[in-house]
Nanobody, 115 residues
Framework: QVQLVESGGGLVEPGGSLSLSCAAS????????MGWYRQAPVKQLDLVAS???????NYADSVKGRFTISRDNGRNTVALQMNTLKPEDTAIYYC?????????WGPGTQVTVAT
């Protein structure tokens, strides 16, 4: 059973940047892909970005050009660099790791973009 722990959330002003990190308790090569979902109040859970074992990335249209996902295989971590943040990016961000059809989730970290 893998455990995922997110870090790096917080409060930032519009136009600012934050970096999220997700640490896995075992080798991330075991996972088909990893990434981030987010859920804003009274909204559905949406995929933000993912990266597969080969390094191929995928982004939601709303974050393309602003967010960058990366992985550090040596440290078993996946990071999400978020630039030019907007109030609509405010949400709880959840890290996930997928093996076949099974996802494991982290507890989430709050990102708030406000003045």
């Amino acid at each position: 059973q893998v455990q995922l722990v997110e870090s790096g959330g917080g409060l930032v002003e519009p136009g600012g940047s934050l970096s999220l990190s997700c640490a896995a308790s075992r080798n991330i090569f075991e996972f088909n892909d990893m990434g981030w979902y987010r859920q804003a109040p009274v909204k559905q859970l949406d995929l933000v970005a993912s990266i597969n074992v080969g390094g191929k990335t995928n982004y939601a249209d709303s974050v393309k050009g602003r967010f960058t996902i990366s992985r550090d295989n040596g440290r078993n971590t996946v990071a999400l660099q978020m630039n030019t943040l907007k109030p609509e990016d405010t949400a709880i961000y959840y890290c996930y790791a997928r093996i076949l059809r099974s996802n494991t989730w982290g507890p989430g970290t709050q990102v708030t973009v406000a003045t």
